[in-house]
């Protein structure tokens, strides 16, 4: 059995994430639980788990889960903060990490397990989305495994060769025949709303995905099809792909979660229902299948399956992503951040649904191409790049 760490616990990945736990008790035990502010979901999945170790990042969340553990006489002992989490992270005590949390917040913790050598199970797109040459340089440095997770990056993983599965981050696709990775998206909740009507899209409406169980931030980021670039940096990273192997389809039933496209005409899909334990069932079993708990695909019921171009009339924040991705690290850092204060500032009803991405082209504006040398570096480009997008939302765009 491996030790996992599930760093994002009570989010909808860490829910998955200990579903397949759930059905495969023998290949895992829970060691570590991190979260952020969900005491009392915490405490349900420690009196569950029983993990040795738990951690939270508000401070008032970590007393209020030690005060509570301790009234159910548990065992799991509560880490004080961050620095005890990153060594534990590098200890022998860990072996597998699900790396889930959500947003620039969870590249420190995984980054500290690829520089132990971990296992790493990647649900954290923001962590190669900043770090991108970094990431990849550690992975490769320290010989950790790394596994995407994301539906997309999975898919694209099982379709290519055993060579190309075994050199992540260093992939030579033209020497395998491979023509251009093709990433699908189901294009969100307004594909085919009409454009003149976008300013009156509320958050309500852009959190119903129509296709997938999500968290409120990645619903709006897959709205906006934000997630979508996203994904395609996090692809140009995985896969090692230049711009022209590289190319977004949109796929509305999202059953098909991406594509391999060969130079001889062949095309490998990976296909299934939409369901996050499929992929990270995938992951967590390695080298063989294992039951995920979702139900399988049924062909003599499914809907007729289409295909289309995107339209970056409709989805801006996707063409700010792409072009970003090969102006650097600076730029992909600055774009995560400042989508991150937008997508924050539209759900309190602060901003538009369309501001979101003008308010990212805005601070992308006033980035200052760089090169990269440290992590360190990177978040002073991203807290830049907040106090930017936060001064703009006060000057300008308040609505």
């Known amino acids: 059995m491996k030790n996992l760490a599930v760093l994002g616990a009570t989010g909808s990945i860490g829910d998955s994430t200990l579903s397949v736990c759930r059905n495969n008790p023998e290949l895992y035990t829970v060691k570590l639980l991190v979260a952020s502010t969900s005491v ?17 990042s508000c401070p008032n969340a970590t007393a209020e889960l030690a005060f509570k553990l301790k009234q159910e006489n548990s065992a799991s002992q509560v880490l004080n903060d961050e620095d005890e989490l990153l060594q534990l992270l590098s200890s022998a005590e860990i ?16 980054l500290a397990a690829v520089k132990a050598g ?18 990849i340089d550690a992975v490769k440095l320290s010989g950790a495994k790394l596994w995407p997770v994301d539906s997309e990056h999975n898919a694209i993983y099982q379709a290519l060769s055993p060579i190309l599965q075994d050199c992540i981050g260093h992939c030579d696709l033209t ?12 294009g969100g909740p307004f594909l085919n709303t009409p454009l003149d009507s976008f300013n009156t899209i509320s958050p309500a409406q852009a959190v119903k995905h129509p296709n ?15 997630n979508k670039g996203l994904e395609y940096i996090e692809a140009r990273w995985l896969f090692n792909a230049s711009r022209e192997q590289l190319q977004v389809i949109i796929h509305p039933q999202s059953v098909i979660h ?27 079993g390695g080298a063989k299948r294992i039951e995920s708990g979702a139900g399988n695909f049924d ?37 995560n951040a400042a989508n991150e204060i937008a997508v924050d500032a539209f759900l309190n009803g602060n901003i538009l649904f369309t501001q979101i991405s003008q308010l990212v082209d805005r601070v992308l504006q006033k980035t200052k191409t760089q ?5 360190e570096q990177l978040m002073e480009i991203d807290l830049i790049a907040k106090v930017s997008a936060r001064e703009i939302i006060q000057r300008d765009l308040l609505c």
Not at 309 to 320: F, H, V
């Open 175 to 186: 020497a395998q025949g491979v023509s251009k990775i093709l990433l699908t998206g189901s």
């Open 212 to 226: 997938w169980s999500m968290g409120q931030k990645i619903s709006i980021d897959s709205a906006t099809m934000m």
């Open 40 to 56: 009392d979901k915490m405490l349900s999945l420690c009196l569950e788990f029983n993990p040795s170790y738990v951690a939270m």
């Open 118 to 135: 971990k296992e790493i199970f990647l649900a954290n797109k923001e962590s190669l989305v900043m770090s991108g040459q970094l990431f």
């Open 95 to 110: 072996d597998s990490v699900m790396a889930a949390i959500v947003g620039g917040a969870g590249l420190k913790t995984t």
């Open 258 to 284: 991406s594509m391999v496209q060969y130079i001889d005409g062949s095309v490998i899909a990976q296909m299934g229902n939409a369901d996050m334990r499929i992929p990270i069932a995938h992951v967590m």
């Open 299 to 335: 062909f003599f019921t499914s809907p007729e399956f289409s295909f289309m171009a995107p339209d970056y009339d409709r989805y801006p924040c996707l063409k700010l992503a792409i072009d970003a991705c090969y102006q650097g690290q600076h730029a992909t850092t600055t774009l």
């Open 371 to 375: 090169s990269i040398s440290s992590i």
